[in-house]
């Protein structure tokens, strides 16, 4: 059966320090890969997808930069964050376009 | 932006009352789906409906689809305390790779 991990579950990281969120997904090949963010209370907002290694679409201009160095890799980073940051952030699989996804546990941030 | 707004933003029951969500959507589809999330966790999901479908169930759940007034609606019948959570809808777009959501309900099911 296939499985996504996303980790670490909640993160409090300082004004201008870096950030890795990792996501994997077991169980399947060729996922397509997605990151949201949701901030409280909100839905959802697309940050970026993913149809294969080092393909990478961003959805919107932001601190924010997304990396799949392998097939079932899906990395979310910054530089420097900034206090805007701080939200709910989601990784999701799919095996196709347009198809159900399914959704990790999510990465409570908060910039502090 | 976002492609698909449910309403209520938030919606409160007695436990064995239906509870009825709707979602509208802006562009064309290919497909519908509704997600379930608890507070603080991941999303999971409930239903897909496609455009050339116009109702489907599962369990005690009930998706309609109408797409000449780009809405669908989602019932939930004899609500137990346990559905409390928020539902999204979230819609492809015809010939998008990716899958937008909707801001959500927020239901209560009081015991």
Avoid at chain 1, 13 to 32: A, F, I, M, R
Avoid at chain 2, 4 to 31: F, H, R, V, W
Wanted: proline share 4%.
């Amino acid at each position: 059966s296939q499985t996504i991990h996303q980790w670490p579950a909640t993160l409090v990281q300082p004004v201008g320090s870096p950030l890795s969120l990792e996501c994997t997904v077991e169980g399947t090949s060729n996922p397509n890969l997605y990151w949201y963010r949701q901030a409280a209370g909100r839905g959802l907002q697309l940050l970026f997808y993913s149809i294969g290694i080092d393909q990478i679409s961003s959805e919107v201009p932001q601190n924010l930069s997304a990396s799949r160095p392998q097939d079932r890799q899906f990395i979310l980073s910054s530089k420097k964050l900034l206090l805007s940051d701080s939200g709910f952030y989601l990784c999701a699989w799919s095996r196709e376009t347009n198809t159900e996804a399914f959704f990790g546990q999510g990465t409570r941030l908060t910039v502090v | 932006s976002q492609q698909g707004e449910e309403d209520p933003q938030a919606l409160s029951i007695q436990e064995g009352e239906n509870a009825t969500m709707n979602c509208s959507y802006k562009t064309s589809i290919n497909n519908l789906q509704w997600y379930r999330q608890n507070s603080g966790r991941g999303l999971v999901h409930l239903i897909l409906i496609r455009s050339n479908e116009r109702e489907k169930h599962s369990g005690r759940l009930r998706v309609t689809l109408d797409t000449s007034k780009k809405s669908s609606s989602l019932l939930i019948t004899a609500s137990r305390a346990a559905d409390t959570a928020s539902y999204f809808c979230a819609t492809d777009g015809l010939g998008y790779q990716k899958v937008t959501f909707g801001t959500g309900t927020k239901l209560q099911v009081i015991p």
